[in-house]
């Protein structure tokens, strides 16, 4: 059983440029999320999705984006990368009731 | 909009002793939910324990138990016996119910590095 997994684990984008994170789960959750995690700080949320075509922000949604075509699959796209989106990103699962949420095993992404 | 507070940026403990992480929140929601996470250098996040505010038992899972105050707000673990590979840091969190408004997904705090002397 794969669980939650991010494509690039690491990644050097120049500013400007733009990328997708790849997240995919095969255990057929409905719930899926988007956060970021800077240098000595908590995980903060940037979108999620309650289930295929359904998408909403989080705390941290500006100069991102998302979508959300299958149960499987919730890219996180970057359109012009800036310094301030150097982060470590996690995605993560969740079924529907009240569980706990299963992540991935992060993607480093630095922006110079 | 939710707050979770860590007020511990690191804790150090001999292995085999106890040691207690704080975690306060602040939130009008009256039924909702509160974890511990462990990421190791490694990244991973792993739950270590959860427990839902509805419940007024503590919640236990073998050497790890918490300390749930709901009026006080406070949401505390205990590491029992700690062993070596329980250094990592420590991330509490909250979660709003599902029929709460906002959005859905966890708050987290900070984070408490904990590291373990043999």
């Known amino acids: 059983n794969a669980g939650v997994t991010q494509t690039p684990k690491f990644r050097i984008l120049k500013i400007g440029q733009s990328m997708t994170l790849q997240c995919t789960q095969d255990m057929n959750h409905n719930y899926m999320y988007w956060y970021r995690q800077d240098p000595g700080m908590g995980l903060k949320l940037i979108y999620y999705?309650?289930?295929?075509?359904?998408?909403d922000k989080g705390e941290v949604p500006n100069g991102y984006n998302v979508s959300r075509s299958t149960t499987e699959d919730f890219p996180l796209r970057l359109e012009l990368a800036a310094p301030s989106q150097t982060s470590v990103y996690f995605c993560?699962?969740?079924?529907?009731?009240?569980?706990?949420?299963?992540f991935g095993q992060g993607t480093r992404l630095t922006v110079v | 909009a939710q707050t979770v507070t860590q007020s511990q940026p690191e804790m150090s403990v001999q292995e085999a002793e106890t040691v207690t992480l704080s975690c306060t929140y602040d939130t009008s929601e009256s039924d909702y939910y509160l974890f511990w996470y462990k990421q190791p250098p490694s990244r991973q996040m792993i739950l270590v324990i959860r427990q839902e505010a509805y419940k007024q038992q503590n919640a236990t899972e073998n050497r790890f138990s918490v300390n749930f105050q709901k009026a006080a707000k406070s949401f505390s673990l205990k590491i029992s016996d700690s062993q070596l590979g329980d250094a990592a840091m420590y991330f509490c969190?909250?979660?709003?119910?599902?029929?709460?408004?906002?959005?859905?997904?966890?708050?987290f705090g900070k984070g408490t590095h904990l590291i373990i002397q043999p």
């Open positions: 969190a909250y979660r709003p119910p599902p029929s709460g408004g906002g959005a859905d997904g966890l708050t």
């Open positions: 993560a699962s969740r079924p529907d009731g009240n569980t706990e949420a299963f």
């Open positions: 999705s309650v289930g295929a075509g359904i998408t």
